[in-house]
C-alpha cells in the first residue's frame, strides 16, 4: 500500500508570509498514462475538504493563485506564497495513482502566529 | 451548482447498522467514480469505499470489508454506504466524494454504547 507522509506537522506563520508544505509517496505517483494523480485539500475549521491542486500544478476553480503545487515522482510540495487568516486549516495531500483507493497525508496544520 | 448531501447519520451501538445516503445535482453522476471518506473526530481523512461509475465495481478498505456495502442507483444520483456490525472506531463524519473533485459536508456517525 501506498504511504503518504506529510511534514511539517504544524506550522505556523505569520501574515504576509510564504508556507511551504511537503508530500513524500512511499512508491512513485506517476501513472501508466503518464499523469501524475496527486491532490492537495484544504479543511478548514468545521468545514469538509475542498481541493485546490489536482495533477500535482493544477489549480482548481477559485483557488487563489498565491496556492500552488509542485514536484514529481515521490516528492510534492504546496506553496501559500503569502499568508492569509482565511488559509488556516488543515492540509492534506491524496494520491489517486494507486487506485482505487485514495490515500491521504496525515495533514499539516496551518496557522497564524 | 454542484452538490453532494449526506443523510443518515446518527448514534448507534456497536454491532448495530446503519445505512448513509448522498444525493448528488449539478454534475453527470454517472460519469463519476464515487468514494465515500470518513474522518474521525480529530483525526485525519481515510479512505473507506469506491464504487464504478456504473455500479460494476466495488473496493474497500480493509477496515471495513465484509461489513460495509457501497451501491449507487445512477437513475436517482444518489450514492449509498450500508453499514454493519459497527464498531466504536467507525465513529466518523463521513463524506461522499465524486472521484476527488467534489465533495459533501459530511454526516456523522457515533457508534456508542
Known amino acids: 500500500d501506498v504511504v503518504m507522509t506529510q511534514s511539517p506537522l504544524s506550522l505556523p506563520v505569520t501574515l504576509g508570509q510564504p508556507a511551504s508544505i511537503s508530500c513524500r509517496s512511499s512508491?512513485?505517483?506517476?501513472?501508466?498514462?503518464?499523469?501524475?494523480?496527486l491532490n492537495w485539500f484544504q479543511q478548514r475549521p468545521g468545514q469538509s475538504p475542498r481541493r485546490l491542486i489536482y495533477?500535482?500544478?493544477n489549480r482548481d476553480s477559485g483557488v487563489p493563485d498565491r496556492f500552488s503545487g509542485s514536484g514529481s515522482g515521490t516528492d510534492f510540495t504546496l506553496k501559500i506564497s503569502r499568508v492569509e487568516a482565511e488559509d488556516v486549516g488543515v492540509y492534506y495531500c491524496?494520491?489517486?495513482?494507486?487506485?482505487?483507493?485514495?490515500?491521504f497525508g496525515g495533514g499539516t496544520k496551518v496557522e497564524i502566529k | 451548482q454542484v452538490q453532494l448531501v449526506e443523510s443518515g447519520g446518527g448514534v448507534v451501538q456497536p454491532g448495530g447498522s446503519l445505512r448513509l445516503s448522498c444525493a448528488a445535482s449539478?454534475?453527470?453522476?454517472?460519469?463519476?467514480?464515487m468514494h465515500w471518506v470518513r474522518q474521525a473526530p480529530g483525526k485525519g481523512l481515510e479512505w473507506v469505499a469506491f464504487?464504478?461509475?456504473?455500479?460494476?465495481?466495488?473496493h474497500y478498505a480493509d477496515s471495513v470489508k465484509g461489513r460495509f456495502t457501497i451501491s449507487r442507483d445512477n437513475s436517482k444520483n444518489t450514492l449509498c454506504l450500508q453499514m454493519s456490525s459497527l464498531r466504536p472506531d467507525d465513529t466518523a463524519v463521513y463524506y461522499c466524494?465524486?472521484?476527488?473533485?467534489?465533495w459533501g459536508q459530511g454526516t456523522l456517525v457515533t457508534v456508542s454504547s
Open positions: 466524494a465524486g472521484g476527488s473533485d467534489y
Open positions: 449539478g454534475f453527470i453522476f454517472s460519469n463519476y467514480g
Open positions: 464504487i464504478q461509475y456504473d455500479g460494476s465495481n466495488e
Open positions: 512508491q512513485s505517483l506517476v501513472h501508466s498514462d503518464g499523469n501524475t494523480y
Open positions: 495533477k500535482v500544478s
Open positions: 491524496m494520491q489517486g495513482t494507486h487506485w482505487p483507493a485514495l490515500t
